[in-house]
């Protein structure tokens, strides 16, 4: 078989994933750094072994579309309303004013206006997938409702990062198409998702005595959804994903579609820190320190201060310091975003690596420092 070498490759690629993140774990490190480091590891750029870097992307992109699509059917506002509403305004500030200070900077620094705003919401949004591992994990030092704050506060992050970047990445141009087209394009497709997401309960409740045929109309779903935005309205990928989630309702058929997904969510989504850990050139890195130390500065500036601020003036029943320092990080949209702007033209390569290694380090250091903050003093590792 012609794809044989390329079936034993991803294969391996995942048996190595899986023991870097062991051993990361062991080391008291996230396991995400160990995804991070077999990337590194089988990238172009370092000796010995390199991986098809396209076959990882394509598999990173359906787990990003995948993920995100099943963020998009997680948000339940009116429950955040009624356990959270200090989240409600809190999140959708934060957002605001990290990507404008944020923003601000990367104008000051020579960026044009448009591309200096989505940068800035790069740095503003944080990764849900990192969030989640947070408050999974067997060392974690965060109580219920401080982790119930930060999935929530991710969430709407997401809900109003979306908003914003619709309607940037069609100022932009993104797909070579002028600005009331995009935007029409992207509101006839968020129709499109609320029909279907209608018609997908309807349809998948008479599937639940076949097994596989749910499954299989559950991934595929939000695979055609993505696709279709991207490929005839033009919204990019990953945001077409999280719209097509966003517009279904929570209701027991669709957290029965969502439990469904979780295991190919989990699997691609180590896929994704595999090739952003592919992309990282050392040489590279070494022309856009710069770049990286502002980006990482604004990371604790612009985003990890007025989170922390916010916390504590909505009142949430939160430990304030630790939810702003676990969502000091960049993720899956802000990788997006950033690969959006480079296709177009909007910024230089120098500042994309600096963002691809920011949204590294970050994930890596919020991730072991989020358990060292505002701990209970009989908490050990």
């Known amino acids: 078989m012609e794809n044989s070498g390329t079936i034993l490759e991803i294969g391996l690629v995942l048996l190595g994933a899986a023991g870097l993140g062991s051993l990361a774990r062991r080391a008291g490190l996230p396991a995400v750094v160990g995804y991070l480091a077999i990337g590194i590891a089988v990238s172009p750029f370092t000796p010995g072994y390199v991986a098809d870097r396209h076959q990882i992307e394509l598999l990173a992109d359906v787990g990003v579309v995948l993920l995100l699509f099943e963020v998009g059917i997680e948000v339940d506002l009116p429950r955040l309303r009624r356990e959270h509403a200090g989240l409600l305004w809190a999140a959708p500030v ?20 448009l591309s200096a705003a989505i940068l800035g919401l790069c740095v503003a949004l944080s990764s849900s997938v990192v969030i989640v591992n947070i408050t ?27 908003a914003i970047a619709a309607g940037l990445l069609a100022a932009l141009g993104a797909g070579d198409r002028p600005f009331p087209i995009a935007l029409g394009g992207l509101l006839v497709f ?20 076949q097994p596989d045929t749910f499954l299989i109309v559950s991934v595929a779903s939000g695979l055609a959804l993505a696709g279709l935005g991207s490929v005839v309205f033009g919204v990019p990928l990953a945001l077409a994903a999280f719209v097509a989630g966003l517009a279904i309702v929570e209701d027991p058929v669709t957290a029965e579609v969502r439990q469904r997904l979780l295991p190919f969510r989990d699997l691609f989504a180590v896929l994704f820190f595999v090739a952003i850990g592919m992309l990282l050139d050392p040489a590279d890195l070494g022309r856009s320190l710069g770049w990286l130390g502002l980006f990482l500065v604004l990371i604790v500036g612009a985003k990890v201060v007025p989170a922390w601020v916010l916390a504590r003036v909505s009142r949430l029943q939160a430990r304030p310091l630790q939810l ?11 990788f997006v975003l950033g690969s959006a702007l480079v296709a177009a033209g909007g910024i230089a390569r120098p500042v994309y690596v600096a963002l691809v290694a920011a949204v590294a380090v970050s994930i890596a250091a919020s991730s072991v420092l989020v358990r060292y903050v505002e701990r209970p003093a009989s908490s050990g590792d």
Not at 97 to 109: K, P, Q, T, V
């Open 190 to 209: 968020v129709a499109l998702a609320i029909a279907t997401a209608w018609l997908l309960p309807r349809v998948v409740i008479h599937l639940r005595e």
């Open 324 to 334: 702003a320092t676990g969502l000091g990080q960049m993720g899956e949209f802000s």
């Open 94 to 113: 934060q957002v605001l004013l990290s990507g404008s200070i944020a923003g601000a900077a990367f104008l000051a620094c020579g960026i044009e206006p």
């Open 136 to 162: 999974r994990s067997r060392r974690r030092t965060t109580n219920q409702p401080t982790e119930a704050a930060l999935l929530g506060w991710s969430v709407l992050q997401d809900v109003t990062g979306v």
